[in-house]
Every structure is written in structure tokens, then in C-alpha cells.
């Protein structure tokens, strides 16, 4: 294993490799640091290669070691050619990265891995997070799987799926009066106060790790190289951080050649803190209070904010918001030329990559990649009012004739 | 005005490890420069030279953000409760 220490992002502060997430000393986020030895580029390759089929083939880059009996295999998730798509926003080379094919189908399962395997090494006999609906889903599964008891917390109002889905593995799911906001703040009271292993919390540096195998997978799906831009939903912004984290790890361990990843994050515009503080050339990102159909990108106060202002500005890419008209349309758009159907954070990051193609701001041979980090299956509420009633017919040839075949031609 | 703070870990080895103190002040400010002069030098881990809070510290009074109060201006009632927490968001 790779990871030896954790120092603070800010002040470079360094740490044992503890179940703690805040320097002592500037109250910035702590990070996992590595030494990979002597391995680079073609051994680390061949490493990767001879691993699973999950995001435990880059152990290697990963805090924590794969628990054989725990383990979901979530990850190296299907890298779709989007030729339909890409042909009705001018995009020669787009792709998708369906995270709908993981265990609870998002990306949640990449980094709840990781914090379970974080929760076997630290001991915690009861694992915890706070959820805006995926998180708790999946940190619910790989609990069951693992015979961990799971206390799970969500806020108010979150599709009757995610709330379904989640409580299917029996854990104790404690709705919170309240937001999101709210909810990320009493469990890092409860993290305070009491001996909890909250996933999103104070496991954060090693949770947050398994997002870098977003990177890693796309790097090795388009044949070792980086794309040119890539299009990221933002909530919290800790997924985007470390998607750019993981290209840059790849290019400086020499696993594939240097190339600027253009990192493009979408926010919702019913709770868009980050892309209003980009479009306002500030550095300084104003917390708002949420309100949007996104309910997975519902964090008001993004603590990674400046830091995703920070790349998207160095990257060349952008910060942009799409409403939630344009959110649904797009969970609409990808359905029907890809078949891919996606909750509202992915229609968030399909309506601002459209919003950017159709303004000319993407090249049209660019390699682009679009992640969709979510099912619509879990977020039916988002799309059924929008959607057209079966067609209802009696079962004889005449009312088929009447009613259907002009539709089938039309 | 009696007002509890929640100390978070890392301010807690100015405390002597104390998780909760009872100050008085009218408004926040008033109650972080009681805490300083309880606890030395605490009130330089929480707000800059220009008197803003720092960029990683969240601070709530009765489990709403100041920044949609008064900032360090928010006036605080009797029995008000201040959690000092880091900023961290997300799942």
C-alpha cells in the first residue's frame, strides 16, 4: 500500500494516517499522501491491468486495502461512445461515463468502498455518513454486505426511491428535519461529540480517494491518455477535485503522457454558489440556500467550492448552471439518443455540456466525457409530469389500427 | 447574555479540552472576544486580522449559519447555543 501520511491541503500540516479529516492547526481538509517507490508509467500499467474489474485494480493509488468478504466490486463502470448526442450538439468525440452501473447505481459506491475498508482498519463497529440520497443507499449496501451496522442520515424531502432503496438493507435511517446543510453540520457535531465512524466526515480522506478512479477508468478506457475536457456534476465539489486528481496522478506517475484536462463543472442553477462565483470572476464562494429539482446537488455551502473555482479557471474549462427546465429536458435528450437514463444530477451535467456546446464554447473534435453519476430510476418524481401516458388501446386489430399505427410511421 | 459555544477538537487544547464554555456577549463578537480572554489566543483560530472568520470555519448560532444572520454581528439571546464547526461539506 501507497498511502503513508496525511498532511493539510492548506498548510501542509502533517498526520498519521488516523480517522481524522481537519488540520489541528488552520482547520483546512486533510489529504492522504503517497510513495509509490520506484513504480512508474509501463509497471504500473501492467499492475493495473493484471487487477479486478473494480476500482481495486488502482490499489495502488488507493489509502485503503480491498476486504475480500466486503467487497461490492463497484466501479470500472461501461465508457460509452455518445455518437447520437454528440451528433445533436456538434460534438465529434463525446463520451459517457455510465456510473448507473455500479451495486446501487451511482458513483457513491467508489467512495463508501473506500471508507469501509477505512472503517476495518480503524475498528468502528457502526458506520455512518450524512446523505442527500446515493451516499446513504450505498453506504446502507456495503454495510449489510460487510455485517456492519449502519446509521444513515438524510434530510427532509429526498425521492421516495433513494428513501425505498436505502431502507431495503435495513439500516437505521434517521430523517432530519431539515437540509442537507443542516444535516452535514449535526454529524459533524456527532463527530465531535462521539466515537463515530461518519464516512463523508471524518473518514472523508479516504472516502474521497475513490473518486480518483473516475479518472483512472476513463485514462485506461481511451487507451492511456487523458481527455481533453470532461463535464462534472457539482454539489460539494469533492468529486470534481479529485476526478482532476486523479488525471494529474496518472500523468505524474507517467502511467499516460502530460495533457490538460479541461475540467468543466455543472451546477444546478437552484443552488449554483460555485458557478455564480465563477461567472462573477470572485474567489469567494456566498453560500445560498437550495432549491432545485437536483436534491442530489443540494449543498448550499460547498467547501471545496474555491477550490473547484480554482481548477476549472487554471484547466481552461468552466463553472456553468443549468435550470431546471433545462435539467429535465436533458435527462430527456440522453434517454432518447443514448438510452441512458439518468437522475437529475446527471441531467444537470447534460444540460450544461449542451449549454456550452450550443454556445461555442467546446471544440468540436474535442474528446469529451460527461459523467453520469446517477440512476433515473431513483428519481422517477424528476421526469413523470413531463412523461407521455402509455397509449391505451382494446385488445382488437381495429383499435390498434386507430390508435397506434399512425404513431409507429409518424 | 449567558451563551454556550461548542468547541470543536482542534480548538479544544486551548480549552484545556473543554467541549462546551459559557460566555456572555451581546452579539457573536462580543462572545469570541470573552472566549479569547478566557482562552488566549483562541480568538486568532477563528476570525483574521480584518476581523472575517476564517475561509474553513463554519459558525452557527442555534443550528443556523451566520452568514444568513448577522456574521459576527448576529446578536445573541440568552441561552442562545454557538457551534464553531469545520468546513466540510458533502457526501
Given amino acids: ?106 458513483f457513491k459506491d467508489r467512495v463508501v468502498a473506500c471508507a469501509l475498508a477505512a472503517v476495518r482498519t480503524f475498528d468502528f463497529t457502526v458506520v455512518s455518513c450524512a446523505s442527500t440520497g446515493n451516499l446513504a443507499n450505498a453506504v446502507a449496501a456495503h454495510a449489510a454486505k460487510a455485517g456492519l451496522r449502519a446509521v444513515v442520515f438524510i434530510p427532509t424531502g429526498l425521492e421516495r426511491a433513494k428513501v425505498v432503496a436505502t431502507s431495503a438493507y435495513r439500516p437505521t435511517l434517521v430523517e432530519v428535519e431539515g437540509t442537507y446543510d443542516d444535516v452535514n453540520r449535526l454529524c459533524l457535531e456527532i463527530g465531535e461529540e462521539h466515537r463515530w465512524a461518519i464516512a463523508n466526515v471524518n473518514l472523508r480522506p479516504y472516502y474521497s480517494e475513490g473518486a480518483k478512479t473516475l479518472a483512472f477508468e476513463v485514462a485506461e478506457q481511451l487507451g492511456w491518455r487523458a481527455p481533453d475536457r470532461v463535464v462534472v456534476p457539482v454539489a460539494s465539489g469533492n468529486m470534481f477535485v479529485k476526478i482532476q486528481k486523479g488525471f494529474e496522478e496518472f500523468q505524474r506517475l507517467g502511467v499516460i503522457p502530460p495533457h490538460t484536462v479541461r475540467m468543466t463543472a455543472a451546477q444546478a442553477e437552484g443552488c449554483g454558489p460555485i458557478a455564480t462565483a465563477y461567472h462573477a470572476e470572485t474567489d469567494t464562494v456566498v453560500p445560498v440556500i ?28 468552466a463553472v456553468e448552471a443549468a435550470s431546471d427546465e433545462e435539467t429535465v429536458d436533458a435527462i430527456q435528450l440522453l434517454a432518447e439518443t443514448e438510452g441512458l437514463f439518468t437522475e437529475p444530477a446527471g441531467g444537470v451535467t447534460i444540460g450544461v455540456l449542451r449549454k456550452l456546446a450550443l454556445a461555442g464554447a467546446i471544440g468540436p473534435e474535442e474528446t469529451v466525457v460527461a459523467y453520469i453519476t446517477g440512476i433515473g430510476l ?13 397509449v391505451r388501446i382494446k385488445p382488437t386489430l381495429a383499435s390498434f389500427e386507430e390508435r397506434v399505427l399512425q404513431l409507429a410511421t409518424a | 447574555m449567558a451563551v454556550r459555544v461548542r468547541i470543536p477538537t482542534p480548538l479544544r487544547q486551548l480549552t484545556n479540552g473543554a467541549r462546551l464554555i459559557e460566555v456572555g456577549g451581546a452579539d457573536l463578537a462580543q462572545a469570541i472576544d470573552e472566549l479569547d480572554r478566557q482562552f488566549p489566543g483562541i480568538r486568532a483560530r477563528i476570525v483574521d486580522e480584518q476581523g472575517e472568520v476564517l475561509r474553513f470555519v463554519n459558525i452557527f448560532v442555534n443550528e443556523r449559519d451566520i452568514r444568513f444572520l448577522g456574521g459576527l454581528r448576529t446578536p445573541l439571546a440568552d441561552g442562545a447555543e454557538v457551534s464553531i464547526v469545520p468546513a466540510m461539506a458533502g457526501g
Fill in chain 1, 378 to 390: 431513483k428519481a422517477l418524481e424528476a421526469v413523470e409530469s413531463r412523461l407521455a401516458e402509455p
Fill in chain 1, 290 to 317: 437550495p432549491s432545485t429539482v437536483a436534491k442530489s446537488l443540494a449543498i448550499g455551502n460547498p467547501a471545496d467550492g474555491p477550490y473547484v473555482l480554482d481548477i476549472a479557471r487554471r484547466t481552461g474549462g
Fill in chain 1, 1 to 106: 500500500m501507497g498511502a503513508t501520511a496525511l498532511a493539510c491541503r492548506e498548510c501542509g500540516r502533517r498526520y498519521a494516517l488516523d480517522p481524522i479529516f481537519v488540520c489541528e492547526a488552520c482547520f483546512g481538509p486533510l489529504e492522504v499522501q503517497y510513495d509509490h517507490g520506484d513504480l512508474r508509467g509501463e509497471a504500473l500499467r501492467t499492475r493495473i491491468l493484471s487487477g479486478p474489474a473494480s476500482i481495486w485494480r488502482y490499489q495502488d493509488f488507493l489509502p485503503v486495502q480491498r476486504v475480500p468478504e466486503w467487497d461490492l466490486a463497484p466501479g470500472y463502470t461501461p465508457l460509452l461512445r455518445a455518437e447520437r448526442l454528440g451528433r445533436t450538439l456538434g460534438l465529434n468525440n463525446l463520451y459517457l461515463k455510465n456510473d448507473t452501473r455500479n451495486p446501487t447505481w451511482s
